[in-house]
């Protein structure tokens, strides 16, 4: 099984930054990709940024430049840099994990909430 925990969450202020963790355990299992996820009230939940264990990565259109994802195969640790923050990133942030055999597993969520 596949046990993700994550950290990092917060309050901060536009422009301001903030760095999530999710780190990945248990046996049994063959990490793909991990990624991170996004919820905001009222809206669907969205991909935000996915990174592949040889290092590829795709981001939301909304976060280009601003996010980076990045991960740490030895740890099963994927982490998400999000500088210049927006009122409209505002929303609770799951890490997903892909992998054999178990497919997608998530993360109990974090809540970045953006606010002057």
């Known amino acids: 099984q596949v046990q993700l925990v994550e950290s990092g969450g917060g309050l901060v202020q536009p422009g301001g930054s903030l760095r999530l963790s999710c780190a990945a355990s248990?046996?049994?299992?063959?990490?793909?990709?991990m990624g991170w996820y996004r919820q905001a009230p009222g809206k669907e939940r969205e991909m935000v940024a996915e990174?592949?264990?040889?290092?590829?990565?795709n981001y939301a259109d909304s976060v280009k430049g601003r996010f980076t994802i990045s991960r740490d195969n030895a740890k099963d640790t994927v982490y998400l840099q999000m500088n210049s923050l927006k009122s409209e990133d505002t929303a609770v942030y799951y890490c997903?994990?892909?992998?054999?055999?178990?497919?997608?597993?998530w993360g109990q969520g974090t809540q970045v909430t953006v606010s002057s």
């Open positions: 990174i592949t264990s040889g290092g590829m990565t």
């Open positions: 997903n994990v892909y992998s054999r055999p178990y497919r997608h597993t």
């Open positions: 248990g046996s049994g299992f063959s990490i793909n990709a």
